[in-house]
T-cell receptor, first 113, second 113 residues
Framework: ELKVEQNPLFLSMQEGKNYTIYCNYSTTSDRLYWYRQDPGKSLESLFVLLSNGAVKQEGRLMASLDTKARLSTLHITAAVHDLSATYFC?????????????FGQGTILTVHP | DTGVSQDPRHKITKRGQNVTFRCDPI?????LYWYRQTLGQGPEFLTYFQNEAQLEKSRLLSDRFSAERPKGSFSTLEIQRTEQGDSAMYLCASSSGLAREAFFGQGTRLTVV
């Protein structure tokens, strides 16, 4: 059974600081997603990572994928308050079940002055 | 096309009542997925369809839950004899065989009182 683990689960950051969220998974993946979720809202897709060594950046967020280590990271640069949210990674193992996602527990990020 | 649409957005029901949720996927997306998200957790897979065929059901989907996609377009998720533990956000997503990325709807928040 695929397990997806994120750490940390809670992250309190000061504005302007950098930090990394880690996502480990237990079996081979076809693709890996990062989502953002605001309280009471649905999931907003941030990144889709398709291959080993993939790196994507959008604003202050950068995601990378190491399929050999079964590890993805979401790096936050110079955090601002607007980044406060819950971040999820999710793994699609592909094959005939493509599109079916297994999610991590989520990382609650709070950015304060 | 405006994306995946779910209805209702919020539902409050008394314990023991039946509820039904609807999901309209993105046009021509052949796969449709249902997830459940309880407070403080990541979404958990419930079931998915390819066209009108239900291909997989999670162990989470007890016999009180039933999902249909009768014409391969919209889907319904019914919960019979609701329990307080059914209180959650129910998320629907759809994907196509070509792009494969799953797009999520806004979710239906169920509260059982």
């Amino acid at each position: 059974e695929l397990k997806v683990e994120q750490n940390p689960l809670f992250l309190s950051m000061q504005e302007g600081k950098n930090y990394t969220i880690y996502c480990n998974y237990s079996t081979t993946s076809d693709r890996l997603y990062w989502y953002r979720q605001d309280p009471g809202k649905s999931l907003e897709s941030l990144f889709v990572l398709l291959s080993n060594g993939a790196v994507k950046q959008e604003g202050r967020l950068m995601a990378s994928l190491d399929t050999k280590a079964r590890l993805s990271t979401l790096h936050i640069t110079a955090a601002v308050h607007d980044l406060s949210a819950t971040y999820f990674c999710a793994v699609d193992t592909g094959g005939t079940s493509y599109g079916k996602l297994t999610f991590g527990q989520g990382t609650i990020l709070t950015v304060h002055p | 096309d405006t994306g995946v649409s779910q209805d209702p957005r919020h539902k409050i029901t008394k314990r023991g009542q039946n509820v039904t949720f609807r999901c309209d996927p993105i046009s021509e997306h052949n796969r449709l997925y249902w997830y459940r998200q309880t407070l403080g957790q990541g979404p958990e897979f419930l079931t998915y369809f390819q066209n009108e065929a239900q291909l997989e059901k999670s162990r989470l989907l007890s016999d009180r839950f039933s999902a249909e996609r009768p014409k391969g377009s919209f889907s319904t998720l019914e919960i019979q004899r609701t329990e307080q533990g059914d209180s959650a956000m129910y998320l629907c997503a759809s994907s196509s065989g070509l792009a494969r990325e799953a797009f999520f709807g806004q979710g239906t928040r169920l509260t059982v009182v």
